[in-house]
């Protein structure tokens, strides 16, 4: 396993690398020799505060790319967090392997084995909406988003006569989405 680290206002010392290549060789088992782990270390540029380190994993494997990513106040908190995350989609991706792989080697007629599905279903539309859109301004259209109580509201900009998405930053602030056609 190869591991590469990329740093980005932060300075890794040799203390925080060994911690951190002694924790993820423990998931040597799941792959060969030749596969990458890349790691980002990051402090601030987060959208609440500077004082926040983030840490990213990342294996790169011919069929997925597998991520965590992790911010807090710690960094040397961040490795036990973000390993989790990571070991929750590694055996996620070897289930689906394995299930397409049975799918190629024809019916098996053993007895099945009890397996607690854990997999999250997936996602399907459970609800849809439709409504006119009236043409605002952005002043009026924050007003209605502050109204309604969502964090994003999709209105027809009275200015450029296009449709608009304003929503609520991480930060509090707004941020708007606009569409060209």
Known sequence: ????????????????????DKKVQKLDKFFSDDTRIKIALKKGNTRSTDDLYTLELTILLDSA?????VTSDNM?????????K????????????ESKSKKFRG???SMPEEVVDDEPQ???VVRSKCYTLIPMSID???????LVGHNFYVFLNKSTNSINVLYVRNDGNYGLIETVV
Do not use: W
């Open 1 to 20: 396993m190869t591991i590469e680290y990329l740093c980005k206002n932060y300075e890794a010392g040799d203390k925080l690398k060994s911690i951190i």
């Open 122 to 124: 997936e996602k399907a």
């Open 65 to 69: 790319v597998l991520r965590a990513e």
């Open 76 to 84: 040397y908190n961040n490795i036990d967090l973000a390993l989790p």
């Open 107 to 109: 019916k098996d007629f």
């Open 86 to 97: 990571l070991e929750k989609q590694i055996i996620r991706h070897h289930k689906k392997l």
């Open 140 to 146: 009026d259209a924050i007003e209605e988003l502050e």
